[in-house]
């Protein structure tokens, strides 16, 4: 997986995104919450899992290219799975309340 990045001292953009002290790590999305913030110790090992854990979006369409993502780590962590077509009525509804 390739993941875009940038570093920076700009004040202007720590205020922007309220980094508190003179670090911080934020993953911006065009998904769920738009913005994820790395809670802690700033690590190789916890940058690795905020990333892993974050970089996907939670609802994600199922198909043979997803179908990896989806299931990877399943077993390490909690997971809920909903399967249903994207063709039925309620499928907008759904969608809505996740």
């Given at each position: ?88 009525e309620l499928f907008e509804e759904i969608l809505d309340n996740f």
């Open positions: 997986m390739v993941i875009d990045f940038g570093i920076t001292s700009t004040d202007e953009l720590f205020q922007l995104f309220r980094v508190e002290g003179d670090s911080g790590v934020i993953i911006l999305k065009k998904y769920d919450e738009g913005m994820t913030r790395l809670q802690g110790e700033i690590t190789t090992e916890t940058v690795s899992n905020f990333v892993d854990n974050n970089s996907q979006p939670l609802l994600m369409e199922f198909k043979t290219e997803t179908s990896k993502i989806i299931f990877q780590g399943f077993q390490a962590s909690p997971n809920l799975i909903i399967f249903i077509s994207s063709k039925t």
